[in-house]
């Protein structure tokens, strides 16, 4: 019976695991419902995955402002 208990924490722990991965993805601009299941199926080895591609991903910083209009030639009308 302990067991069960164990199993159900662990599978817990591993979907919200799941869930803060892809809602991390979602607001970063990469695809959240696929390091959801990327996650929720691998496990931590899938959030070191995600965390060692975020790490090395393109940084925030460099992102694209989808507020400022851009003209044909590429430079901003402000």
Do not use: I, K, Q
């Amino acid at each position: 019976m302990a067991a069960d208990g164990v199993l159900v924490l662990v599978s817990l722990l591993w979907g919200v695991l799941g869930l803060a991965c892809g809602a991390h993805a979602a607001t970063h601009e990469r695809n959240g419902p696929f390091w959801f299941l990327a996650v929720a199926l691998s496990g931590v080895v899938g959030a070191c995955v995600y965390g060692v591609l975020v790490l090395l991903g393109r940084d925030d910083t460099e992102a694209v402002d989808v507020d400022d209009p851009v003209t044909m030639t590429g430079e901003n009308e402000r």
